[in-house]
């Protein structure tokens, strides 16, 4: 895959910067995680929910956190299960920590976190303001007026 060199846009914007840097991420899929699967929905006009699988995590081994349009989920084991006296045969249920990361689009809110069956379900709302919602402007009725006219005398004429 070929490499894009943003450097020139980045001498002519301002305030483009996270856009550029995002599409650079993009284009190197080789460091892109696999651990969780996740799935992002739409469930309502407004409404999104992020569903991570993450089996045998409980609630006191997650943390979420957003802050400046990035959405944060970590997942860490507790030691206590790494000491456990067993010997594995196989071991094909994964316990390794975890963090993913998911860039927030203005004005998106995290409303809601719920684990339920060894999944973790994140909803989301995106809340407009209202001065930035576009409104209706009525349009008035052709009114037909008059036209104006300008009274002004008439000097008189001189007569050779």
């Known amino acids: 895959m070929r490499h894009v060199d943003f450097s020139p846009l980045y001498r002519s914007t301002v ?11 993009a284009s190197h899929p080789e460091q892109a995680q696999t651990y969780p699967p996740y799935n ?6 407004t409404t999104y929910r992020i569903t991570m699988a993450v089996a045998g995590f409980d609630e006191t081994e997650l943390s979420i956190e957003a802050h400046a349009h990035v959405l944060t989920v970590k997942g860490e084991k507790s030691e206590e299960d790494s000491q456990a006296k067993s010997e594995y045969l196989y071991r094909g249920i994964a316990k ?8 927030l689009a203005d004005h998106v809110e995290v409303q809601a976190a719920s684990l339920k069956n060894g999944l973790l379900h994140i909803d989301l709302l995106r809340n407009i303001p ?3 919602k576009p409104r209706r402007i ?10 104006k006219t300008i009274e002004a005398q008439v000097a008189p004429q001189q007569v050779n």
């Open 40 to 45: 992002i929905e739409r469930t309502g006009e």
């Open 138 to 147: 009525a349009i008035a009725a052709d009114v037909v007026e008059t036209p």
């Open 130 to 132: 209202e001065t930035l």
């Open 96 to 103: 390794r920590a975890f963090e993913r990361r998911f860039q």
């Open 15 to 25: 305030g483009f910067d996270r856009l550029f840097s995002m599409l650079d991420g």
